[in-house]
């Protein structure tokens, strides 16, 4: 199980994951999503990295579901787009960086406004192909090919430890019971 992050990369990141969570089908990954709502709110930022196909957009799909169970959006990965809002309360911002060069692109697509202006969430998938797209407190998620799950490492700057600490019970909570 090799993971991607190297913390260094992100100033103000924790040096090593501050949890790493079983996730045994994909209804866990979106678990995670919803827990990972309820914890950052507006203004949060999480950055979502793991392999093509590792559950980042299904964990979108389940955090966008946990802020609006009307089922009205169905987050899809905005590759092309690279970017999709979903109206829900506080509104969800999902970027993909996987079509960007680097660093000068993030401006066209207005990326620093988003996460520096606080209105919404910020989830953000293959923020390692840029780190210097990471803005210096948040949390980060690594999905890793786990057998036929995934494992999800929670990595975050200090200021998130008890939300983390939290969202580790929840799911540990949860899987003992399914
Ligand atoms: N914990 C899990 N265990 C098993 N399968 C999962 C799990 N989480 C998600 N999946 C499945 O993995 C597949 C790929 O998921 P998803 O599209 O979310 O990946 P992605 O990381 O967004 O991929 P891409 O990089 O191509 O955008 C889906 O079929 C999804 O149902
Ligand atoms: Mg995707």
Request: aromatic share 8%; proline share 4%.
């Amino acid at each position: 199980m090799v993971g991607n992050i190297q913390p260094g990369d992100y100033p103000g990141l924790e040096q090593t994951p501050l949890a790493e969570i079983s996730l045994g089908d994909d209804g866990a990954t979106r678990r995670l999503g919803e827990e990972l709502a309820g914890a950052l709110g507006e203004g949060g930022f999480v950055g979502l990295v793991g392999d093509l196909g590792a559950g980042k957009t299904t964990l979108v799909q389940g955090l966008v579901g946990g802020l609006d169970d009307s089922g009205r959006w169905a987050a899809t990965s905005p590759t092309y787009s690279l970017i999709q809002i979903y109206d829900t309360s506080p509104p969800v911002f999902h970027m993909d960086l996987y079509r960007l060069e680097g660093w000068d692109d993030l401006e066209s697509i207005g990326y620093w406004d988003i996460v520096e202006g606080g209105e919404g969430l910020a989830c953000v998938e293959w923020l390692d192909r840029i780190p210097g797209a990471w803005p210096g407190t948040g949390m980060i998620v690594e999905l890793i090919r786990h057998g036929a799950g995934r494992m999800a490492r929670l990595w975050a700057d200090s200021s998130h430890r008890d939300q983390i600490e939290e969202i580790k019970r929840t799911m540990n909570s949860m899987s003992e019971r399914s």
